[in-house]
């Protein structure tokens, strides 16, 4: 039996593959230090409650966001999130999940004290938290309760992987043997484990049991002729890669010697890698698996299509269920299994890894096949796995209670002898509790259920009714169902405050702000607690709750300085500065350069910017992302001082500091020096001791890039798809690194689709998915996606300029469409006139500058071949072109458009990215987008994504030549 306790003193360098439980960075991956974790447990088997107060301190010298992970036991629930401001908790609360992410953004951006938690990906969760003053600390609160399921399973408080705690404080009511621990400066090598005191088989309150049934004593064998076993190999697997690896090899090793064996590896690739007897997988094929390495977003779709086109009677998929790319739930998934029906007779899966989701893969191997197939915990022995293997399950055994008027689950399916499973019933407060299950009666004595206070028991109960409304959505067919069961979830979650995967935990400053968003804290849910080793309610109320204050105004963004062009030279001498501010501001003045007088002419027509800027103000009025009343948004950046459009001498673009810092700077030095194989080692090395590191990911891929090796460098990018899949702006940016590559743009198409729906009120979400599309040929779609970015109400005081570039980026995609389909010409142009758009039918070259950090100023910069320049306080190029707006509160678009003919422009143009204000999700990332229109339809794009992680640095984008 493990031990109830083992926990020792190590070096934290003993750790470096270990993933902790719970952690708070900063977005570049500096780590804020523990400095105290306090957790109370209360057990109450089968059910366990969790309260944990975390207090972090930033290192960093400058305000940060910080980016909360927490990873829980399986099917664990969150009800609690709160966060300390001015001596208060202020609690979190259940808020439906797009809401609650564009309420965070209002107040980031207001400077005030927002923050939210959400689930990420199976039992992972993660939190926004701002701000974290420099120097400073943050104190959270965050409660969950989750099952013992198992008739052996332990109360386990997770804190393997945790670097130096400077204080811990473990208390934990319920179990046997030791049930406190005492920390100072601690490095945990291993979790805290509670065996539970077991009295019986369940809880009983009133009305609501739970209890752990045994509903099958016998299975019998199966045959297994053949078997194809799946291996996740995607980016989620790094920090266990090498584990999987082993159970894969231990597990073929107890099958049977001459059982066919194919192995195959998936993420958002399929590669076979073994094909032959069970006995011929030995340490070779193992380490070939194992060079592999961990990469790429998680694609079950590919997989199951390689086994339609290589069919065996039996599929075994080894994964953590988190499946991030192509479809991945509802009745599309279970499509793709039933498109196995004819060959393969059952699909079991393993589930492996720290995060995972358990009930994603109950709906790959149950329901579809001839015989359902069983979720096996990968933690089990290899011979035990294979023996479940070799027998049989039994489904569709109804779960009934005698009097209940609510009982879940109501079935079951891929049962075998032994497996337990957790029965939630409503019945009257004196009905016996008489369970039957598959028609077979189960004997429950009323001493077997132990009376327990209602308030953890009462949350089991919700949280069992939301999985039950989520089961029912993921088979569900058409939208006015979908949205019926979804409505249903969100109001089970906000009323119960138990998490769903619908809904977040928000954190606001004031009473006045959670009543600007309709947030009603009037009608409060209690809080779940500990005290005294009992989970105890907290009363809300007025008298709870931080007290209500006015809206403090709206901070000023960081001003950029009154530029205006360089002094005016008319010869050949040297240019110098007009005005010191700019020196001061960019760290030093740019080369000077030679100056020649400027060509005359205007630029080309266009719409005025300020009647674009008062149509942009007219529309925001309509599209606030905040409900009325509200206070004013964050003013824009004080006016600058325009400069004159003529320009009289040449300008050279700037020199600033160097743009990375740390690993990445090593990386891209490598790179830029032609040593490819310094750059891999580099990049690799980062990513092995780091496995869950963007800038990482990103820096190996752009090394596999230089190296000429396409298919690794999109699975690194995909990697981030696999680790952030709930991450719009993440999505995105793996995105945009991926549709330049040879094999990329189905991915980058599928990450840009979640996106938009993710967070529709991004417009990149909209402008990167059209425009992906196109570029596949998609041009109806396409026309379609961006139809509905321009339709889309974006928040009042962001994204300056979007709407006539929206509208552009439509006119650009119909030329397109009727290029492709000239015959729908006039159904085109009816659809424009309706959208109150134009079809673009003159040439043009357009620059679009978008990234994805948010309450952030980049700027973009281009020089032209005659001297010109143009930025955010001189718009316009002599030479013809216009910037239409400057974006100074995160994400872009900027966009500068020159509409003139090839042999019009003053080529070449150097473009640039200015890093003018860092924010609080530091390194900014993005790319620059290169659409030229040869005003027939024909469009060509390049792409030049981009990273920048110092404040005031400038990264050269390349030139632009004839």
């Given at each position: 039996m493990r031990l109830p306790l083992l926990l020792a003193v190590v070096s934290s360098l003993a750790f470096a593959t270990e993933d902790a439980p719970v952690s708070l960075t900063a977005s570049d991956g500096t780590g804020l230090k523990l400095v105290k974790l306090q957790a109370r447990g209360v057990v109450m088997d089968p059910l366990a409650f969790t309260e944990m107060t975390l207090t972090f301190e930033n290192p960093l010298d400058r305000v940060i966001e910080g980016q909360f992970k927490v990873t829980l036991p399986p099917g664990a629930t969150i009800s609690r999130f709160a966060m300390k401001l001015n001596d208060k908790w202020q609690e979190g609360e259940v808020v439906e999940r797009q809401a609650a992410r564009r309420a965070y953004e209002d107040f980031l951006h207001r400077r005030q004290d927002p923050a939210l938690l959400e689930q990420n990906g199976g039992n992972e969760f993660t939190a926004k938290v701002f701000p974290i003053p420099a120097r400073g600390v943050k104190e959270l609160i965050i409660s969950y309760s989750h099952e013992l399921v198992a008739a052996d399973a332990n109360y386990v408080l997770p804190l393997?992987?945790?670097p130096e705690v400077g204080e811990l404080d473990v208390a934990v009511s319920g179990v046997s043997g030791t049930t406190t621990l005492a920390k100072k400066r601690f490095v945990p090598?291993?979790?805290f484990v509670g065996v539970p005191v077991r009295a019986g088989v369940g809880v009983r309150s009133g009305d609501l049991v739970a209890a752990r049934l045994i509903p099958v004593t016998d299975t019998a064998p199966e045959a297994m002729p053949a078997l194809t076993l799946l291996v996740d190999s995607s980016g989620s697997r790094a920090l266990g890669w090498k584990d999987e690896v082993t159970l894969v090899q231990q597990l073929i090793n107890a099958l049977p010697k001459t059982l066919p064996v194919n192995v195959v590896a998936f993420d958002q690739e399929v590669v076979p890698l073994y094909k032959g007897p069970a006995s011929g997988f030995g340490d070779a094929q193992s380490k070939a698996l194992r060079a592999r390495s961990a990469l790429g977003a998680s694609n079950i779709e590919l997989a199951l299509q390689y086994v339609a086109a290589n069919p065996t009677a039996r599929v075994v998929i080894v994964t953590d269920g988190v499946m991030t790319a192509g479809v991945t739930s509802g009745n599309d998934l279970t499509a793709s299994v039933l498109k196995l029906k004819s060959s393969v007779k059952r699909i079991d899966a393993i589930a492996v890894g720290g995060i995972r989701d358990e009930a994603a893969l109950a709906r790959i191997v149950q329901g579809s096949l001839e015989r359902d197939g069983a979720v096996l915990d990968g933690s089990l022995a290899p011979a035990e796995l294979a023996r479940r293997l070799s027998l049989s399950t039994k489904s569709k055994l109804e779960v009934k209670v005698e009097g209940a008027t609510a009982v879940w689950p109501t079935s079951l399916s891929g049962v075998q002898a032994g497996d337990a499973v957790l029965v939630y019933a409503q019945l009257p407060a004196n009905a016996a509790f008489k369970p039957v299950i598959g028609g077979r009666a189960l004997e429950v004595a009323p001493t077997k259920l132990a009376s327990v206070d209602r308030p953890l028991l009462e949350r089991a109960w919700a949280r069992a009714r939301i999985a039950q409304l989520e089961e029912q959505l993921d088979r569900a067919d058409g939208v006015p169902e979908k949205q019926k069961l979804k409505d249903a979830i969100v109001d089970v979650s906000i009323k119960s405050?138990?998490?769903?995967?619908?809904?977040?935990?928000?954190?606001?400053?004031?009473?006045?702000d959670y009543a600007r968003f309709k947030i009603d804290r009037r009608a409060l849910v209690d809080v779940l607690t500990v005290k005294d080793g009992k989970v105890a309610r907290v009363k809300r109320g007025p008298e709870t709750l931080v007290a209500k204050a006015p809206p403090p105004p709206a901070p000023k963004p960081l001003a950029k300085p009154k530029e205006s062009p360089k002094k005016l030279v008319a010869s050949t001498e040297k240019a110098e500065l007009s005005d010191d501010s700019f020196d001061n501001a960019f760290g030093g003045?740019?080369?000077?350069?030679?100056g020649a007088p400027a060509p005359g002419g205007a630029p080309p027509a266009a719409e005025p910017v300020a009647a674009v800027e008062q149509r942009e103000e007219e529309r925001s009025r309509n599209v606030s992302a905040a409900p009325s009343p509200a206070p004013p948004p964050p003013p824009p950046?004080?006016?600058?001082?325009?400069?004159?459009?003529?320009?009289?001498?040449?300008?050279?673009?700037?020199?600033?500091?160097?743009?990375y810092t740390g690993k990445f700077l090593d990386v891209m030095t490598a790179i830029s020096s032609g040593d490819k194989a310094k750059a891999l080692a580099i990049s690799r090395g980062w990513h092995e001791e780091q496995p869950g590191d963007l800038l990482a990911l990103v820096a190996m891929g752009e090394a596999y890039e230089a190296s000429g090796d396409q298919s690794t460098a999109a699975r690194s990018y995909g990697s981030i798809i696999d680790l952030f899949p709930a991450r719009a702006d993440l999505r995105r940016f793996a995105g945009v690194r991926l549709e330049r590559l040879a094999k990329g743009l189905d991915l980058a198409t599928d990450s840009f689709a979640v996106a938009a729906d993710q967070r529709a009120d991004h417009p990149a979400s909209h402008r990167l998915l059209a425009f992906a599309l196109v570029r596949a040929g998609k041009f109806e779609k396409a026309f379609e996606a961006m139809s509905t970015g321009v339709k889309q109400s974006y928040p009042a005081g962001r994204f300056a300029g979007v709407d006539r570039i929206l509208r552009d980026d439509l006119g650009?995609?119909?030329?397109?469409?009727?290029?492709?389909?000239p015959a729908r010409k006039s159904e085109i142009l009816s659809k424009m006139k309706t959208l109150g758009g134009t079809v673009e039918d003159q040439p043009s070259l357009r620059f679009v500058l978008n990234w994805e950090t948010d309450a952030n100023d980049v700027d973009f910069h281009i020089y032209d071949g005659q001297g010109g320049h143009a930025f955010y306080s001189q718009k316009q190029l002599p030479s013809g072109g216009e910037l239409y707006a400057d974006v100074t509160t995160g994400y872009g678009p900027e966009c500068f458009t020159i509409r003139l003919p090839k042999d019009k422009r003053a080529y070449p143009y150097t473009l640039q990215a200015h890093y003018y204000s860092i924010g609080p999700m530091g390194a900014g990332m993005g790319k620059l987008e290169l659409?030229?229109?040869d005003g027939k339809g024909g469009l060509t794009f390049e792409e030049r994504p981009y990273v920048v992680m110092i404040n005031q640095a400038y990264v050269d984008l390349g030139v632009v030549k004839k």
């Open positions: 393997k992987g945790l090598n291993a979790d405050r138990v998490l769903s995967s619908l809904t977040a935990l928000l954190v606001l400053e004031t009473e006045d003045g740019a080369p000077s350069a030679d950046s004080p006016a600058r001082r325009q400069a004159p459009v003529s320009q009289a001498r040449a300008e050279a673009p700037t020199k600033g500091p160097v743009p650009l995609i119909a030329a397109a469409w009727i290029k492709a389909e659409i030229e229109h």
